[in-house]
């Protein structure tokens, strides 16, 4: 289970500057509303995905690429491929882990953690996190489009998260890059490229014998 750790438990403070202000409240309802429509229209997307990766027990940076898939309403398929094959596919709740030629699944219910990080993710995707009143929002600038910054209100995320950061696209309202900071002063860094939306991605996809 250690190389799920870079995936799953993320996180410390690339703080905001100080002076970075809040959007003004008519440029929030326009993210709100352009997420929401991208949330609608994105059937699906496939693209590449660098990770960075920083744990204090380690002294250097965890960095690695991959393959992400998904698919409308709960399909993910995270493909990472440097510095290691490792497959994590989540398809109607049951996850598959691959590594090497071992084969592990279970629901994602089963796992507490996991499940919440499961609809994190998911609802980052799909943008229902910025309604979830699990966390406080607050929205600000970025220079390719708008970060929205997301604390934890519930204990049970507090115990793990501090924060999530989402920058958004400015032209499409898709997620650019993910941000995750854990309480102990990690962090990961997921940036999303060469993204496709709503190109056909079959069922198969998440799919592993």
Request: proline share 3%.
């Amino acid at each position: 289970m250690l190389k799920i750790i870079p995936f799953f438990f993320l996180i410390s403070s690339l703080t905001l500057q100080a002076q970075q202000k809040n959007l003004d409240a008519v440029t929030i309802q326009l993210v709100r509303e352009g997420v929401a429509l991208a949330a609608q229209t994105t059937q699906t997307i496939s693209c590449d995905f660098t990770q960075q990766k920083e744990m204090s027990m380690l002294k250097d940076q965890i960095i690695s690429r991959g393959k992400f898939f998904f698919k409308k309403e709960q399909s993910l398929r995270w493909e990472y491929t440097y510095p290691f094959s490792y497959l994590i596919v989540i398809h109607n709740d049951e996850v598959t882990i691959r590594s090497d030629d071992n084969v592990t699944k279970f629901s994602a219910q089963t796992n507490k953690v996991f499940t919440e990080i499961n609809r994190i993710i998911l609802g980052s995707i799909r943008g229902t996190i910025l309604n979830d009143s699990s966390f406080s929002t607050s929205f600000y600038p970025a220079n390719t489009g708008y970060l929205v910054k997301l604390v934890p209100l519930s204990p049970g995320l507090r115990e793990n998260l501090t924060k999530i950061m989402i920058f958004f696209n400015r032209t499409d309202f898709t997620v650019d890059k993910l941000e995750l900071y854990e309480q102990a002063g990690d962090y990961t860094i997921i940036d999303f490229s060469e993204k496709k939306i709503n190109a056909p991605l079959p069922d198969q996809t998440f799919l592993l014998d």
